[in-house]
């Protein structure tokens, strides 16, 4: 119970995009600890039943086999994406970049456009040696990245956050130097963002949460 409610308290606190109230986090810390009680206490019968329940109730609101993939396919917000997305500024301009961790970076992943906001799985290298060349031990990690509007004229910060150290963070400037050498293209936030480079080209609302999408003008950038 303990460990989960940690967790959960951390997500709570570092991704408040989420929503998640304390007593959520609770209510499920405690539903996971009866799990495995029951099961460590060889009650088979109702710990199968107690673990299917719990399973059946995360996963089948959002499991395509029982769902579809009608939010993905059929999501406004992805043909929004798409629309966008075929108006580059240029050629070598196109990754998105997107400021909201949370709420549309699984769509940006799923839709296939070349995004940066996406779980480290294979550290690239190359790529990360642009926002920090000198501690590749805080990025050459498996890790989801977040990244958060930096000061402009600013170099890029890199850090490992969060309770479990599972997540690296990034502030960086979209307007600056870095950010035209990943080849940023737009840019993706659910607040107002300002800078030089920006030209608001979208701004919407997706299930209640405001999107702002910005082209990221080239010249100059790279």
């Not at 399973?55 to 993939?69: E, K, R, S, W």
């Not at 850090?159 to 599972?166: D, L, N, Q, S, Y």
């Given at each position: 119970?303990?460990m989960?409610f940690?967790a959960?308290?951390?997500?709570s606190?570092?991704?408040?995009?989420?929503?998640?109230?304390?007593w959520?986090?609770?209510?499920?810390?405690?539903?996971?600890?009866?799990?495995?009680?029951?099961i460590s206490?060889?009650?088979?019968?109702?710990g199968g039943l107690?673990?299917?329940?719990?399973g059946a109730?995360?996963?089948l609101?959002?499991?395509?086999?029982?769902?579809?993939?009608g939010p993905?396919?059929?999501s406004p917000?992805?043909?929004t994406?798409?629309?966008?997305?075929?108006k580059?500024?240029?050629a070598?301009h196109?990754?998105?970049?997107s400021f909201d961790?949370f709420?549309?970076?699984?769509?940006?992943v799923?839709?296939?456009l070349?995004?940066l906001?996406?779980?480290?799985?294979?550290?690239?290298a190359?790529?990360?040696?642009?926002?920090?060349?000198?501690?590749?031990r805080?990025?050459?990690?498996?890790?989801?990245?977040?990244?958060?509007?930096?000061?402009?004229?600013?170099p890029?910060q890199?850090?490992?956050?969060?309770?479990f150290?599972a997540?690296?963070q990034?502030i960086i400037?979209?307007?600056?130097?870095?950010?035209?050498?990943?080849?940023?293209?737009?840019v993706?936030?659910?607040?107002?963002?300002?800078?030089?480079?920006?030209?608001?080209?979208?701004k919407?609302t997706?299930?209640?949460?405001?999107?702002?999408?910005y082209?990221?003008?080239s010249?100059?950038?790279?």
């Amino acid at each position: 119970f303990g460990m989960y409610f940690w967790a959960g308290h951390d997500l709570s606190e570092t991704e408040r995009v989420l929503h998640l109230r304390l007593w959520e986090a609770g209510l499920a810390s405690a539903a996971v600890a009866v799990v495995v009680l029951l099961i460590s206490a060889r009650k088979v019968i109702w710990g199968g039943l107690a673990l299917v329940v719990f399973g059946a109730t995360i996963a089948l609101p959002v499991n395509p086999l029982y769902q579809g993939l009608g939010p993905l396919t059929t999501s406004p917000i992805l043909s929004t994406f798409d629309r966008v997305a075929s108006k580059p500024p240029d050629a070598a301009h196109r990754a998105w970049l997107s400021f909201d961790n949370f709420a549309f970076n699984p769509i940006l992943v799923a839709s296939g456009l070349h995004t940066l906001s996406a779980p480290s799985i294979y550290p690239n290298a190359t790529a990360w040696r642009i926002l920090d060349p000198q501690h590749p031990r805080v990025w050459n990690r498996y890790a989801n990245v977040k990244f958060v509007p930096g000061p402009s004229g600013a170099p890029p910060q890199v850090e490992v956050i969060g309770t479990f150290r599972a997540a690296v963070q990034v502030i960086i400037d979209p307007c600056g130097a870095a950010a035209g050498r990943l080849g940023v293209g737009f840019v993706l936030d659910s607040s107002p963002l300002t800078g030089s480079c920006l030209r608001l080209d979208t701004k919407t609302t997706f299930e209640g949460t405001p999107i702002y999408i910005y082209t990221r003008a080239s010249t100059g950038s790279a």
